[in-house]
């Protein structure tokens, strides 16, 4: 019953004015383009050529609507539309939530009721990010001391629920599953007993576990990248540093041991590169970049070159670094964002843009974006110099990262999706 409540609230809200009447998507705009996982196509922030605004009013949104409590996990989007996940904490309820792109209209939402764990006051219960598949959406949660996954057809109807055992992280849960053809996988990497596992994707059915060494509790999301022979898992961790697993098997095939505090971000490929961070609270952060190795198909696993290091003066700590072209953008968690150059880490720029951040910038339309806690968009230019192009708000506190595709961005705040549309085209 609070489902079916839930969606006739959102819809309300939709035909009660919050679509901007005056906006909307250009003739022929693709709404099907994938933007299936968290930061999109391989985590790579990359949202193609069209320009968007630098600066808006409420008015200029295409739409808004209202999520059930709260939450930080990031909008994904396929075939026109968009998931992600809430979570009442003083009904003890957890939320997938689905929603149109072209008018924000709930499509359908499935509560998923359990305790609520404890975390750091900056996440929430809801703060991983949904990752949808040709068959299915899947959505990994803690609850109480257990990680769960859960698993919905691409209409919401309930497909199947993975328990993967006990989870122990000081700072609560926040981690996202990826994807990989027929596999989900799920990297559980806290204080406890830690592994990353690849799932049937429509059964549930654990196909392999890769036991890890425990260390400080991660949040990094696996990276799927082409391999010779296959597709390879990128994983980042305190315990293993940086990793490349076979996603057929699960055998570690390359592995660096590099990253000595927290892994937050999540991996990124920059050319033939693999980025990792590690951090504290403290700002005691690391960057590494390490060669992925064309071979690795030995019994014993092989030792990729470490191209280059960086260290507190640049490294960011939650959010993850955004490669385009030959420059690496690394936006620090203190407002202050570094350019390198993507093969060699030296510094091209360094500029301060203010306020603190844990979303993680995207490239849109030759600029660089990235959205502050307290809901600030911040604009830069992609190139050689800093240069802040423009600013604009969210009207409350934001954590997640966006999203775009044909020619809409999506935003999600701690309680709300919002739209904004591309510039016409010339």
Same mark, same amino acid.
């Given at each position: 019953?609070?489902?079916?409540?839930?969606?006739?609230?959102?819809?309300?809200?939709?035909?009660?004015?919050?679509?901007?009447?005056?906006?909307?998507?250009?003739?022929?705009?693709?709404?099907?383009?994938?933007?299936?996982?968290?930061?999109?196509?391989?985590?790579?922030?990359?949202?193609?050529?069209?320009?968007? !605004?630098?600066?808006?009013?409420?008015?200029?949104?295409?739409?808004?609507?209202?999520?059930?409590?709260?939450?930080?996990?990031? !909008?994904?989007?396929?075939?026109?539309?968009?998931?992600?996940?809430?979570?009442?904490?003083?009904? @003890?309820?957890?939320?997938?939530?689905?929603?149109?792109?072209?008018?924000?209209?709930?499509?359908?939402?499935?509560?998923?009721?359990?305790?609520?764990?404890?975390?750091?006051?900056?996440?929430?219960?809801?703060?991983?990010?949904?990752?949808?598949?040709?068959?299915?959406?899947?959505?990994?949660?803690?609850?109480?001391?257990?990680?769960?996954?859960?698993?919905?057809?691409?209409?919401?109807?309930?497909?199947?629920?993975?328990?993967?055992?006990?989870?122990?992280?000081?700072?609560?849960?926040?981690?996202?599953?990826?994807?990989?053809?027929?596999?989900?996988?799920?990297?559980?990497?806290?204080?406890?007993?830690?592994?990353?596992?690849?799932?049937?994707?429509?059964?549930?059915?654990?196909?392999?576990?890769?036991?890890?060494?425990?260390?400080?509790?991660?949040?990094?999301?696996?990276?799927?990248?082409?391999?010779?022979?296959?597709?390879?898992?990128?994983?980042?961790?305190?315990?293993?540093?940086?990793?490349?697993?076979?996603?057929?098997?699960?055998?570690?095939?390359?592995?660096?041991?590099?990253?000595?505090?927290?892994?937050?971000?999540?991996?990124?490929?920059?050319?033939?590169?693999?980025?990792?961070?590690?951090?504290?609270?403290?700002?005691?952060?690391?960057?590494?970049?390490?060669?992925?190795?064309?071979?690795?198909?030995?019994?014993? !696993?092989?030792?990729?070159?470490?191209?280059?290091?960086?260290?507190?003066?640049?490294?960011?700590?939650?959010?993850?670094?955004?490669?385009?072209?030959?420059?690496?953008?690394?936006?620090?968690?203190?407002?202050?964002?570094?350019?390198?150059?993507?093969?060699?880490?030296?510094?091209?720029?360094?500029?301060?843009?203010?306020?603190?951040?844990?979303?993680?910038?995207?490239?849109?339309?030759?600029?660089?974006?990235?959205?502050?806690?307290?809901?600030?968009?911040?604009?830069?230019?992609?190139?050689?110099?800093?240069?802040?192009?423009?600013?604009?708000?969210? @009207?409350?506190?934001?954590?997640?990262?966006?999203?775009?595709?044909?020619?809409?961005?999506?935003?999600?705040?701690? @309680?709300?999706?919002?739209?904004?549309?591309?510039?016409?085209?010339?």
């Amino acid at each position: 019953m609070a489902t079916i409540a839930w969606i006739a609230a959102a819809i309300v809200c939709v035909a009660g004015g919050q679509v901007n009447a005056q906006s909307g998507l250009q003739a022929g705009a693709d709404l099907r383009e994938p933007w299936s996982r968290w930061r999109g196509a391989d985590g790579a922030g990359q949202g193609g050529d069209r320009r968007f !605004p630098v600066e808006w009013t409420e008015a200029d949104w295409a739409w808004t609507v209202a999520l059930p409590g709260r939450g930080h996990a990031s !909008p994904v989007i396929r075939d026109g539309r968009i998931y992600t996940a809430s979570a009442d904490e003083a009904a @003890g309820a957890r939320f997938v939530l689905c929603h149109a792109l072209a008018d924000g209209a709930a499509i359908w939402s499935r509560e998923i009721p359990g305790p609520i764990d404890r975390h750091h006051v900056q996440n929430s219960s809801a703060s991983g990010s949904v990752a949808v598949g040709d068959e299915g959406v899947y959505w990994t949660w803690a609850a109480g001391d257990g990680l769960r996954v859960e698993a919905f057809t691409l209409d919401g109807e309930p497909k199947w629920h993975g328990d993967l055992g006990p989870y122990q992280a000081e700072h609560g849960f926040g981690g996202s599953a990826a994807v990989c053809g027929e596999f989900v996988i799920v990297s559980n990497d806290q204080e406890g007993e830690s592994f990353v596992a690849a799932l049937d994707a429509a059964t549930g059915r654990e196909r392999w576990r890769l036991p890890r060494e425990s260390g400080k509790s991660g949040y990094a999301t696996p990276l799927v990248i082409d391999g010779p022979s296959g597709p390879r898992i990128v994983l980042t961790s305190n315990a293993h540093g940086v990793t490349g697993i076979d996603a057929a098997t699960g055998r570690v095939l390359w592995e660096r041991k590099c990253l000595p505090k927290r892994a937050v971000a999540s991996p990124v490929l920059a050319g033939p590169l693999a980025i990792g961070t590690s951090g504290d609270g403290g700002g005691d952060t690391t960057l590494v970049a390490v060669r992925v190795p064309e071979i690795g198909t030995g019994e014993e !696993p092989v030792e990729p070159e470490l191209v280059f290091r960086l260290d507190r003066s640049a490294a960011p700590y939650v959010p993850m670094p955004l490669a385009v072209g030959e420059r690496l953008y690394l936006w620090g968690d203190r407002g202050v964002v570094t350019c390198v150059d993507a093969a060699t880490g030296e510094v091209r720029w360094r500029g301060r843009v203010g306020g603190t951040f844990s979303a993680s910038p995207i490239a849109v339309g030759g600029t660089i974006r990235n959205i502050s806690a307290d809901g600030e968009v911040v604009t830069l230019a992609d190139g050689d110099e800093f240069e802040v192009l423009g600013r604009a708000t969210l @009207g409350e506190e934001c954590r997640a990262t966006p999203a775009v595709v044909g020619g809409r961005m999506v935003f999600r705040t701690v @309680g709300r999706l919002i739209a904004i549309d591309a510039e016409p085209s010339p």
